[in-house]
């Protein structure tokens, strides 16, 4: 066992995730020599999610794509997870409104109360959610992992602070 054990701690990766390039660069942390593979990073063609989705994970792409888009975040090849995650999402919200209208319990017809079975596709979901969010930077602790871009300042915004002595 010993021997088993020790070969597969070798085997584990440790540390924290590693952070894609353009998040090192925006951040100003970026050091070519520690970076010993280039990642892809192929910007999304297009905001279309590339394959069909329900109508309510349809609408959480509309949602949740361009703000992606802007931030730099969605490439081609994250369009697929993305996809996962309004369908995960949209599961979520059948479910809750399903529990919503009928409740979280039931009785089964051998008088014992059930949990109503929309409530651990309800729980699953959220899970699934939660761990797509955080690849995408839409919870709060995986926003702080993501540098922000400079906000760029309009031509009344720049004389505004001129004016005020600022920069």
Known sequence: WG???????????????????????????????????????????????????????????????????DNGILSEQDKRALACYCEAWARWVEARNTIATTGMWYTAASGNILKHPAVPIMETAATEMLRWSEQFGLTPSARTRIPRKEKTRTPAERLRAELDGGA
């Open 3 to 69: 021997a088993y054990f020790s070969a597969s701690l070798h085997q584990m990766k440790r540390g924290p995730k590693p952070k894609p390039t353009a998040q090192l660069k925006l951040a100003g942390t970026f050091q070519a020599s520690r970076r010993v593979e280039q990642e892809a990073l192929p910007a999304a063609e297009s905001l279309r999610p590339g394959q069909t989705l329900s109508a309510r994970a349809r609408r959480a792409w509309d949602a949740t794509a361009p703000m992606l888009a």
